[in-house]
């Protein structure tokens, strides 16, 4: 059994800054990609960032810049710095993991709110 579990969502003012964090537990044997989506209400998810295990890091373009993700291999943890944060940012942000045999898991989500 793997979990996903995040943590770090708030509200903020146009401008300011949130870290999310997401560790993942359970029988976890390899950990080959780890990222974040995020998803507006009436809006589809979408992919914010991704990192492999190698350290490669891929962004959407419209948070290039502002966002940054980064992870702890050893505790498989993965963090999403966001700075400069927009209203336009607001959605519910979810932890993925691509882990074991390439199956994916997912977090609950964390809610993050920017105010203008």
């Known amino acids: 059994q793997v979990q996903l579990v995040e943590s770090g969502g708030g509200l903020v003012q146009a401008g300011g800054s949130l870290r999310l964090s997401c560790v993942a537990s359970?029988?976890?044997?390899?950990?080959?990609?780890m990222g974040w989506y995020r998803q507006a209400p009436g809006k589809q998810r979408e992919l914010v960032a991704v990192?492999?295990?190698?350290?490669?890091?891929n962004y959407a373009d419209s948070v290039k810049g502002r966002f940054t993700i980064s992870r702890d291999n050893a505790n498989n943890t993965v963090y999403l710095q966001m700075n400069s944060l927009k209203p336009e940012d607001t959605a519910v942000y979810y932890c993925?993991?691509?882990?074991?045999?390439?199956?994916?898991?997912w977090g609950q989500g964390t809610q993050v709110t920017v105010s203008s």
């Open positions: 993925v993991a691509t882990l074991n045999l390439g199956n994916a898991y």
């Open positions: 359970g029988s976890i044997y390899s950990n080959r990609a």
């Open positions: 990192i492999i295990s190698g350290g490669s890091t």
